[in-house]
């Protein structure tokens, strides 16, 4: 889209919004700052933002020497550490295309996007070397595959001309003067976490990422801050942990990675010995850290804000935070398409004065939008809806880190006029907080009304004894479809199905009340811990409801 020109322009410096210029920052202005990495081999690694920005500037020349252009993808199959930072920085930076894989994918997706992609050079950690073994002569384009790890760990291998990262980096000097170029130019690629059909790529441009860095570390948003020490357990694979490898370093903040150990135990640990101050990720993550600390009787000595979002938080996780652990939760909602973040969740002044039940109302929706990013809500025909917090329809968005198209215009025209459909249904109240109720896909039409699937998930965990619980629609014959709640037992506890049942009483409408129960050991996860209610669905079937 083209823009009409003012006769009178400001005279400014033009400078173009590169990622780049997030580390030389950071190098030059907190070069002190400590970035501690619990690496694939069992140790720990620490060194500063200055050293990284010297390693970052050797891979820089190395991923010339190889060949690697601008525009050329550059892809990752890693964990948060050390190394996958500085290729973070040393691709985007030196105009190649970042393009982070998750590593979760079945084998044949990870070829499939590769190959898709036209991945030029691979480099992936220790862990993942049996993955890449089985899919190397499949990725057609990948002319250079590289281990991220030492001389002395280098094993044997059928990967034909396999390089070593130490080795690569040692070889090239940290003499690299960072390329100036268009700030719209492509930076990094990201694939949804779709659970129909293949994966299709969002590319975000080095003004939309350091647009999306800067809006993401405002007090309002996830407040990032020099005296942070920050720990993304949200995995560098999924939208770039949702930013913070650009926001940490932009605000100065120490940064510890957790690497491939993320049960809560490892988690627990690492952030006592290392003064974690604030993190990220998504529920199920929380969910093992606040089991071990509960089961163990453990606090948190230095441990005090979260965001939380990829999925909703059940607010019974969010109060045993606050109110028993002192963390203080940020929700956040946003998507791969959106960079990703959308919202934050926090409070306004004129909310100070409620009460805490009231102001836990506000904290449990998915937040208020950041700077940058506009809503919508739209009836089935396009019609804006009231924001009265009670009128659900279809989300919409705009803003400068939402993508317009997919890479390589897979599906085609993907805006409504000129807003990006998210697939969420929701409301917003008339303070902008939104709220999300369902997917469009997950949600539950019942005699032609619409029944929002997370709401009863959020109760369901309320109860004492359910550790996980995920709703979903089964055919009736006289409603079309009735809720059905598949539920994970916490160890050792019990509950039947009449008793979670009445559990849901006076807290909904008597007709959104589950018609059944279904208890499993395990509910179906996607690579990015999402539940899979397409599996829920297709198990249960041909489950027929009580009654009929």
Not at 430 to 458: H, P
């Amino acid at each position: 889209m083209s823009f009409p020109q003012s006769p009178v322009m400001g005279q400014m410096m033009n400078q173009p919004l590169l990622i780049s210029s997030i580390l030389e920052f950071a190098a030059r202005h907190y070069a002190g700052s400590e970035i501690v990495s619990r690496r694939v081999e069992g140790d720990l690694h620490r060194y500063t933002y200055h050293d990284c920005h010297q390693r970052t500037r050797r891979l820089a020349n190395a991923l010339r020497g190889l060949g690697v252009v601008m525009g050329d993808r550059v892809a990752t199959l890693a964990w948060n550490g050390y190394r996958h930072m500085e290729v973070y920085y040393a691709a985007s930076g030196s105009g190649a295309v970042l393009h982070t894989i998750n590593p979760r994918l079945f084998p044949d997706q990870i070829a499939y996007i590769a190959n898709h992609a036209e991945d030029q050079v691979l480099l992936f950690d220790l862990t993942f070397l049996p993955v890449v073994e089985k899919i190397a002569a499949d990725c057609k384009t990948v002319r250079h595959f590289v281990l991220m790890c030492d001389r002395d760990r280098m094993p044997a291998s059928s990967i034909p001309d396999l390089l070593c990262y130490e080795d690569l980096i040692a070889s090239h000097s940290d003499q690299y003067e960072w390329p100036l170029f268009d700030e719209n130019s492509a930076a990094t690629l990201c694939y949804t976490s779709g659970t129909t059909g293949n994966p299709k790529g969002a590319l975000y441009s080095h003004r939309s990422t350091v647009l999306h860095a800067y809006a993401s570390a405002m007090p309002s948003a996830l407040n990032v801050r020099a005296t942070d020490t920050v720990l993304p357990v949200v995995p560098m694979f999924h939208v770039n942990a949702w930013g913070l490898p650009y926001s940490v370093p932009l605000s100065g903040a120490r940064m510890v990675f957790p690497g491939a150990a993320l049960d809560g135990k490892s988690l627990y640990e690492l952030f006592e010995s290392e003064g974690v101050t604030f993190s990220a990720g998504v529920p199920t993550v929380w969910l093992g850290l606040v089991n071990h600390a509960l089961q163990n009787d453990l606090k948190f000595s230095t441990f005090r804000r979260t965001v939380i979002g990829g999925a909703a938080c059940p607010p019974a996780m969010m109060d045993i935070l606050i109110d028993k652990f002192d963390v203080e939760v940020i929700h956040g909602w946003g998507m791969t398409e959106m960079s990703p973040l959308g919202t934050t969740g926090g409070l306004q002044t004129k909310h100070l004065a409620m009460s805490k039940e009231e102001q836990r109302k506000i904290l449990h929706k998915q937040g208020h939008a950041i700077y940058g990013v506009d809503m919508k809500i739209v009836d089935d025909e396009g019609k804006q809806l009231p924001w009265d917090g009670v009128s659900y329809g279809h989300l919409l968005v705009k803003g400068p880190w939402i993508i317009s198209s997919y890479f390589k215009q897979e599906g085609g025209d993907v805006l409504q006029d000129g807003w990006f459909p998210t697939g969420d249904v929701a409301t917003i109240d008339a303070d902008g907080y939104m709220q999300i109720t369902d997917r469009s896909k997950d949600v539950i039409k019942s005699g032609g009304e619409w029944i929002g699937t997370i709401d009863l998930e959020n109760l369901a965990m309320a109860h004492p004894a359910v550790l996980q619980a995920a709703c979903i629609g089964l055919f009736h014959p006289k409603w079309d479809e009735r809720p059905v709640l598949v539920v994970v037992l916490r160890p050792g506890m019990k509950v039947e199905r009449d008793v979670l049942l009445q559990f849901f009483e006076g807290k909904i409408a008597k007709w959104w009340t589950p018609d059944d129960v279904l208890f499993v050991d395990a509910l179906p996860m996607g690579a990015t811990g999402k539940v899979q209610k397409n599996k829920l669905r297709e198990q249960f079937k041909g489950h027929q409801l009580p009654g009929l």
